[in-house]
């Protein structure tokens, strides 16, 4: 099982600890190091600045949404970065939600999400391997473009630019069985958003087309230290945040993820406090023990006995959301 780094996306400004720990990172032997996404900073640029200053550690975003690119100019992105860093990037996608899909990026959350998210990868595909000017006629993602608003001038088109990588991986950030099965059949690799070693069965179903190779990866956040109630509170914020807040009450897929694995009235209480603007409350109505589950805090005796049961499940890469260097020397150890 190898370890990554997750950074995740910026808050209020850039973080000064992120090259930082990438570095370390890097010279302690993990595999990866993964950017990400929301409404402020995108996964690709602070992706890029990594790139420059590291020279092994693979590059991934975790994940870089549909939604704000076109299929065509996110194989851009990948098909550069991956040049300019030697081969190291790994392709995470994800659809995000309506809030954020309708909200933010002002495009319709699409009807049909299995479909959008197929055709969406296949465009990819098709210009990473660079076998023949980009033709879909899809329901979402169509090349050329066909509409009754186009000018029906449109030309099938091959990337200009020869990709370095024709089988560059891609993985999918999906939750839904239905979504995760599919994953398993279009991708390289599977992002979980939370992961429990101790619930097999709330993906089990899901992976059992998973072909040989097939990269699961959790981001599952980090921390050393002595009383375990304190460290798990900034997992529980997340878990408030992620519940109560990236979702309309009518359609939370990760409130519906956090019932699937059993806690199914502590999410539905998280999403209506956290909808109601009492987010304090949101945040410590989150069951420790669903917190503890999914991460890997308290002291090191703690955190490695807690590392066994992710060893003995799928799990092929776990990446680390750590805010300190010291519990990245601490898990690159445990590990070894």
């Known amino acids: 099982m190898r370890l990554g780094l997750a950074l995740g996306y910026w808050g209020r400004g850039p973080d000064p600890r992120h090259l930082d720990l990438a570095r370390e990172a890097e010279r302690l032997g993990y595999d990866s190091v993964w950017t990400a996404e929301a409404w402020g900073s995108d996964a690709f640029t602070a992706l890029t600045w990594i790139a420059a200053h590291t020279s092994r550690i693979k590059l991934g975003t975790g994940i870089a949404q549909m939604a704000a690119r076109t299929p065509t100019a996110t194989a851009m992105h990948a098909l550069t970065l991956d040049h300019l860093s030697g081969g190291r990037l790994m392709l995470g996608l994800g659809l995000s939600g309506p809030q954020v899909v309708e909200g933010w990026y002002g495009r319709p959350f699409p009807k049909s999400p299995l479909t959008a998210t197929r055709e969406y990868v296949g465009v990819v595909r098709q210009v990473l391997r660079r076998q023949g000017p980009v033709a879909s006629d899809g329901r979402f993602h169509p090349h050329p473009y066909r509409g009754p608003d186009g000018t029906g001038l449109g030309k099938p088109l091959k ?178």
């Open 159 to 336: 990337p200009i630019t020869h990709p370095l990588r024709a089988d560059l991986p891609i993985l999918l950030g999906a939750e839904g069985p239905r979504n995760v099965a599919q994953t398993t059949e279009i991708a390289d690799g599977w992002l979980p958003l939370y992961w429990s070693p101790t619930r097999p069965e709330v993906y089990g179903p899901s992976l059992t087309t998973a072909p040989d190779g097939f990269l699961i990866a959790p981001m599952v956040r980090a921390q050393v230290c002595d009383d375990i109630a304190e460290g798990l509170l900034p997992v529980k914020a997340m878990l408030g945040f992620y519940v109560g807040g990236m979702g309309h009450a009518a359609k939370n897929f990760h409130a519906d993820l956090m019932a699937r694995m059993g806690f199914e009235d502590a999410a539905r209480r998280v999403q209506d406090l956290f909808l109601q603007g009492r987010r304090e409350e949101a945040v410590l109505a989150v069951p420790d023990a669903f917190a503890d589950e999914i991460s890997l805090v308290g002291p090191p005796q703690h955190i490695a006995e807690r590392l066994e049961l992710w060893r003995t499940g799928p799990v092929t890469d776990l990446l680390i959301t750590a805010p300190d260097p010291s519990t990245l020397r601490v898990l690159a150890d445990l590990s070894a």
